[in-house]
């Protein structure tokens, strides 16, 4: 089975700095690992993924993540914050064993403050 | 690419009746799709994947006979809410994917329930 902890239901950042989002997995075979974005009343939207190979995935948006097997991280992270990244964004990982269904993690909200 | 979508976006019903959420995928055949349901401000939660041609398989839980899922077709599965009550008010979520080996899902826009 596998499992994903988002560290922080709730991160603040002012416009222009970092935007660090923590997830980590539990996983017994390796994962596939994914970030989705959220906006109010919307559907989710793939920022990005790591299936194999390079550990950095670079996503849209400006966000990317690393792939750390030794802390079992898939930490989200974007140089400067933009207004217009606000929204609930969640962690998810997969199994080709389990048909690629995706267990998320329980999100956690960004804000941006100007 | 990778388009999906969902009707309707949003429904309010009695207590009682029963309540049909279609997914489409637009721009390609998704051989299988998985139905969410998302209370607010929490998570998604898997329901069911449905495979096309077969049975849906529901997750722990989930009623099969409350949720019926239908994907007749490689590009539209629907899930019906029967006899829905209060507590049925979600938002829920469809996705696809194209292959049984891709790992990529493409989440329609969701729909919102309010059963009255």
């Known amino acids: 089975a596998q499992s994903v902890t988002q560290l922080g239901s709730h991160v603040s950042v002012s416009e222009g700095a970092l935007v660090l989002l923590r997830c980590n997995y539990s996983?017994?075979?390796?994962?596939?690992l994914f970030w989705y974005v959220q906006y109010p009343n919307q559907g989710l939207q793939l920022l990005l993924k790591?299936?194999?190979?390079?550990?950095l995935v670079k996503g849209i948006n400006g966000f990317e993540a690393e792939f750390k097997k030794s802390e079992t991280s898939f930490h989200l992270t974007k140089p400067s914050a933009h207004m217009s990244d606000a929204a609930e964004y969640f962690c998810?990982?997969?199994?080709?064993?389990?048909?690629?269904?995706?267990?998320f993690g329980k999100g956690t909200s960004l804000l941006v403050t100007p | 690419g990778a388009v999906v979508s969902q009707h309707p976006s949003r429904v309010i019903c009695k207590s009682g009746t029963s309540v049909k959420i279609e997914c489409r995928s637009l721009?390609?055949?998704?051989?299988?799709m998985f139905w969410y349901r998302q209370f607010p401000k929490q998570s998604l939660m898997l329901m069911a994947t449905?495979?096309?041609?077969?049975?849906?398989?529901?997750e722990q839980g989930v009623e099969k006979d409350k949720f019926l899922i239908n994907h007749a077709s490689l590009t539209l599965s629907t899930l019906t809410v029967t006899s829905a009550h209060p507590e049925d008010s979600s938002f829920y979520i469809c996705?696809?994917?194209?292959?049984?080996?891709?790992?990529?899902?493409?989440f329609g826009p969701g729909t919102r329930l309010l059963v009255l």
């Open positions: 996705s696809a994917k194209v292959g049984l080996a891709q790992e990529t899902q493409y």
């Open positions: 996983s017994s075979v390796p994962p596939y």
């Open positions: 790591y299936t194999t190979g390079a550990t």
């Open positions: 998810a990982v997969s199994l080709s064993n389990s048909g690629y269904a995706l267990n």
């Open positions: 721009d390609f055949q998704a051989t299988t």
């Open positions: 449905s495979n096309e041609g077969s049975k849906a398989t529901y």
